[in-house]
């Protein structure tokens, strides 16, 4: 028999198991999200995935008819390039006018966004590396921290705490709910984020292998074949650590940074997003910054996102078997 869970994620979200995919950008669809949601878990849709008002707002129409159920989110992804989130504005707009019951917010400083988004009763969670950031975020008014472990795939900052350590780090450090990610792919790390203090797991690389994730088969498959140890950390010279795959691409990169060359437009030929959005398409994962991070060793098989959430819970069911069974 599974686990009954009572967390502030699935009391809070609304959901059953507190089990969390990431909004990755291109990857954040009605898709994924929507089996996400009706496997118990829930997810959120990336709004510069669809920047067009008109776009997302049929994108979170569509997740709802293929869920069944309004209880997934969307991410909203503030660049350090701009003023404050101020380009998301139209698009905080049509979250409020859909009423979607949460958010995960990411990049910088969310205070913008949650002035905005304090207009409803809207839940934000903020998603950041470091226990500095996230009492920031808190100051700012969000209501959740997710912490995200060097593990991860796309942008770890600068510290590469592990996870093992955020997770235990985190509870007693902060006084909202904290979420634990990166290199989340088990139901027994589900289990351990729980006994620390955490709230959930949030998960992304191990979802890009889901069926129903967009990636080209060549991409998914490139991810199985992996034991979690090649990806590498790009744009380091710019203080904008990325985790991505392997690839002749990064090859490149890395060694223009051996180099010292620290001239963005060097590098904007391989590490632009139409690249990467290429790769994803064709398959073809020579080239782009595709985010990939060690939890890869997880996604070892290509199956529907139904099948990896029950195998999550079914491996909580056992560790936590297994560990009544170890301290009795």
Known sequence: MNITFDTWVTRTLGIRYPILVGGMMWLGRSELVAAAVRAGATGFISALTFPEPGKLRDEIARCRDLAGSDRFGVNLYISNHKEGGEELLPLIDVILEMDVPFVE????????????????????????????????AIKAGVDAIILVGGECGGHPGSTMMGSFVQGAFGPESLDVPVILAGGVGRGSQLMAALAMGC????????????TEAIPHIEIKNRIVKSDGSDSVIVQSIFNHHHRVMSNEATNEVLEMERQGIDQFESYRPLVAGDVTWNALQ??????????MGQAACFANIVES????????????????????????
Not at 309 to 328: D, R
């Open 105 to 136: 917010t990411s990049g910088g400083p969310p205070n913008l966004l949650v002035e905005h988004l304090k207009q409803s009763d809207i839940k934000i969670i903020h998603k950041v590396p470091t226990i500095r950031y996230a009492q920031s």
């Open 199 to 210: 709230e959930g797991v949030l998960m992304g690389t191990r979802m890009m292998v889901a």
């Open 282 to 291: 064709t398959g073809d994962h020579r080239y782009g910054m595709i985010d």
């Open 305 to 328: 996102a139904e099948k990896v959430i029950a195998a999550m819970i079914e491996e909580a069911t056992a560790s936590q078997k297994a560990l009544l069974e170890k301290c009795k």
